[in-house]
């Protein structure tokens, strides 16, 4: 559906149940909804990255198909989602090709990635190197050298950063939020609460109706396992960092060591927490879901899942013949996740908490009247 047909399909929606006003209680959409009474594209922008997809309003709403008014604003949220993720990345035709094909673009940049990297192994350090047994300090860097292992990933990370950076810019102009609202340390200490605790993932107390009608809190503990499990493998590549630079230790570190050990809780809670997501994806009702956003889903939580599933393998097994060949794959793992993220599911994470931001503006404006 085209944008403009989009945007006036959820604002139909949106003045149905500005109407109605039976599911106010379930998350921060209505609320916000609550305080329009006309939408324009900015403003449904806007309500569709609050929406946590927990699907509660859908199971709840007397007006959902097959009733005419055909009531379904999980589904055309996450339509309104997967556009935006598009028009607001950077560059354009790089979004453009990659969201429209998402799941087969991150496949295909993860092969490619471990297939170059493999290559350049091989060409600079040779067959010896790769497959070889490697103990002891500095073992992961006689088959990749530190500078080749640390500076793409850096540029990597920095044009990541920048691509957000972009998206959150534009995510502000569009939903007309102007730049001295946004300094508010208040309202980014609220949207921090309600990001970090999935507040709005707990539908109206019971949890979301996610994977079907039934409420379940699965979701919401599925999600801080993968959420917190990734913030645990971040602080242990910060502190690996630290021990290279600061202490001029080499990894591979001991089992016992901090950055060993924040990076094996982190990888298995976040096999958990994606096999788990995953699972609930195949699962789950498909009349409120969008498809292609599905699709985004799907490609962002394996690609986390491969790269957690490798590095714990190659942990096991670092001081096997096996090492080179997996840290050759835990690396193209990585860098397929990290390419592919500003242009996937990922984005979710900026836009969201851009939402929650406008969100706790907002409701601070209107005082007790606009809970």
């Known amino acids: 559906m085209p944008a403009p047909e989009l945007t006036r399909e959820a604002a139909r929606q949106f003045t149905i149940c500005n109407a109605c006003r039976y599911c106010e209680g379930y998350c921060a959409v209505f609320p916000a909804m609550e305080l329009r009474r006309a939408f324009a594209q900015g403003d449904v922008t806007y309500l569709a990255h609050l929406c946590h997809d927990c699907r509660d309003c859908f199971y709840a709403c007397q007006y959902a198909p097959p009733h005419e008014f055909a009531i379904n604003l999980p589904q ?42 493999l290559l350049l192994v091989l060409a600079f350090q040779g067959p010896a190197a790769l497959f070889g047994v490697h103990v ?12 080749a292992m640390s500076l793409p990933a850096l540029v990597i990370t920095a044009y990541g950063g920048v691509v957000f950076a972009v998206g959150a810019v534009r995510f502000w102009r569009e939903t007309r939020t102007s730049p001295l609202e946004t ?24 949890g979301c109706t996610y994977p079907a009608a039934g409420f379940s809190t699965a979701r919401r503990w599925l999600h ?56 609930l994806k195949w699962r789950s009702d498909r009349a409120p879901a969008e498809r292609r956003m599905l699709s985004l889903d799907v490609a962002f939580l394996g690609l986390l899942f491969l790269t957690s599933l490798t590095g714990m393998v190659l942990l096991a097994l670092r001081e096997t013949a096996l090492m080179g060949t997996l840290l050759v794959l835990h690396l193209g793992c990585v860098a397929g996740l990290f390419l592919t993220a500003p242009y996937g599911k990922f984005a979710h994470v900026v836009y969201r908490y851009a939402a929650l931001v406008r969100h706790a503006l907002e409701q601070r404006r209107a005082g007790p009247a606009g809970h």
């Open 136 to 147: 002891g300090e500095g073992a992961f860097y006689r088959v990749v050298p530190y500078a």
């Open 183 to 206: 300094i508010a340390p208040a309202a980014f200490w609220q949207a921090t609460q309600d990001a970090c605790s999935l507040r709005y993932l707990g539908g109206g107390g019971a």
């Open 224 to 279: 801080h396992l993968t959420f917190y499990g990734f913030l645990l493998d971040l602080a242990s590549t910060t502190l690996a960092a630290w021990y290279h630079h600061g202490l001029g230790w080499d990894a591979p570190y001991p089992l016992w060591s901090w950055p060993v050990v924040l990076g094996s809780v982190g990888g298995v809670m976040l096999l958990l927490g994606t096999g788990g997501l995953l699972w």
């Open 76 to 117: 055309v949220l996450a339509q309104v989602r997967r556009e935006t993720y598009r028009e607001l990345a950077w560059p354009g035709l790089l979004a453009a090709a990659l969201f429209r094909r998402n799941r087969l673009a991150a496949s295909l940049i993860t092969v490619g990635s471990v297939a170059l990297i």
